[in-house]
């Protein structure tokens, strides 16, 4: 056999496939390897360990945002919530970046700060002291204010809460329906009467029996204030409206009228109010109160269980929301004979009280002359 030379052994290798070039592949795929696995194994670290990982190699992120933020988010604090609860709601609000960040402010520089329940417009990606100045200022919270004055039927001021508050009026509406549903006397056969009128301040968000039930619980907060018992409230009431639709704008005049409540009733006259004849009316046909001082034929003659010119007694229960100063009239009327009153001037509020029927009618006169004089909408 002849022996081969190097040039016939280097002849017989593949081309380009050298002992040395094939070692450095082997090698360039281990190290490959190796890489492959070290990087997964180092990407399984940064994603279970990347706080540790960041804290150890001094790489670690502001745990806070900086400025007064961006954008608009309304934030809830409700009653009872700490430092704990309230860093935990920005966060996940992403008014603030971190817990961290709100929680620490306050263990190191606001100690005795005070949270107030309610909601508040704040900013996405505050700083935790932007977040907490703006939680302290009042401006910021969230809150809806509605005004109703005294003597305002149910229909009423269920229009103004539904005006006010933004809630569907067939909201209200289906929920004032469930009068019984709100802890009231067992006589009263609506919630006329126990929607205390005053100014109201609302969260967003609340539901129109929500809305309801407080202003049933401010009535009987009233009632309990001046020594009304539970089952002297539905009377109270019912005299206190009818004081209220009657007395005019002065504070005297509220006892007065009281008294003419309380003599009648203690000799059996009909207390033959107007106001009752309208309400009635309406009440019964579905119709709306208009502002007439006058009863019509109609409403006068109408048999319903309001109208105090047919049937003697209190009517079935009060015809409008009563403030506090005509419930007080209603337990402390004034010392008098009267029997009858009329307003004679309706600008001023003058009011004639009287205890004969002749008096009566001689001021009823007076009355119907200033309203010939004046021309007034309200003698139509």
């Not at 008014?95 to 402010?105: E, G, N, R």
């Not at 939680?135 to 006010?164: H, R």
């Not at 009228?257 to 009752?276: A, C, E, H, K, P």
Request: aromatic share 10%; proline share 5%; hydrophobic share 40%.
């Amino acid at each position: 056999m002849v022996p081969r030379t190097r040039r016939d052994l280097n002849s017989a290798r593949p081309s380009g496939a050298t002992p040395k070039s094939k070692r450095g592949f082997v090698w360039l795929a281990v190290v490959l390897g190796l890489v492959i696995v070290v990087g997964g194994a180092a990407g399984v670290a940064w994603l279970t360990f990347e706080d540790q990982i960041r804290k150890v190699m001094g790489w670690e992120e502001p745990n806070d945002f900086v400025g007064e933020g961006h954008g608009e988010v309304i934030v809830t604090i409700n009653a009872g919530d700490g430092g704990d609860a309230i860093a935990t709601t920005l966060a996940e609000e992403g008014v603030t970046k971190t817990w961290d960040a709100f929680y620490q402010l306050l263990l190191a520089q606001e100690p005795q700060a005070q949270f107030f329940p309610g909601q508040y417009a704040l900013r996405q990606e505050m700083s935790a002291q932007a977040a907490f100045d703006a939680l302290q200022d009042p401006a910021n919270k969230v809150e809806i204010s509605v005004l109703f004055q005294e003597g305002k039927s149910v229909d009423q001021v269920i229009t103004t809460l539904s005006e006010g508050t933004g809630i569907a009026l067939a909201d209200f509406e289906a929920a004032a329906a469930d009068a019984a549903s709100y802890g009231l006397p067992a006589e009263a056969p609506s919630l006329e009467g126990y929607l205390f009128p005053a100014r109201y301040t609302f969260e967003p968000g609340l539901d129109a029996r929500t809305v309801l039930h407080r202003l049933v619980n401010r009535t009987f907060q009233s009632l309990d204030a001046l020594g009304v018992a539970p089952e002297e409230r539905h009377r109270v009431l019912t005299i206190a409206s009818l004081i209220q639709r009657e007395a005019g704008s002065k504070e005297e005049d509220f006892y007065k009228v009281s008294r003419v409540i309380q003599n009648r009733l203690d000799t059996g006259m009909l207390l033959q109010f107007d106001s009752t004849a309208h309400y009635g009316y309406a009440w019964k046909h579905g119709e709306r109160l208009d502002g007439s001082v006058f009863s019509t034929t109609a409403e006068l003659e109408d048999d319903n269980p309001y109208n105090t010119y047919r049937h003697t007694g209190l009517p079935l229960g009060p015809i409008g929301a009563a403030g506090d100063l005509a419930i007080n009239a209603a337990l402390h009327p004034a010392d008098g004979p009267w029997l009858y009153f009329v307003t004679v001037n309706l600008e001023t509020g003058e009011t004639a009280f009287t205890s004969t029927n002749a008096e009566h009618n001689a001021a009823v006169e007076r009355l119907r002359a200033w309203c010939k004089e004046t021309n007034s909408p309200n003698c139509d």
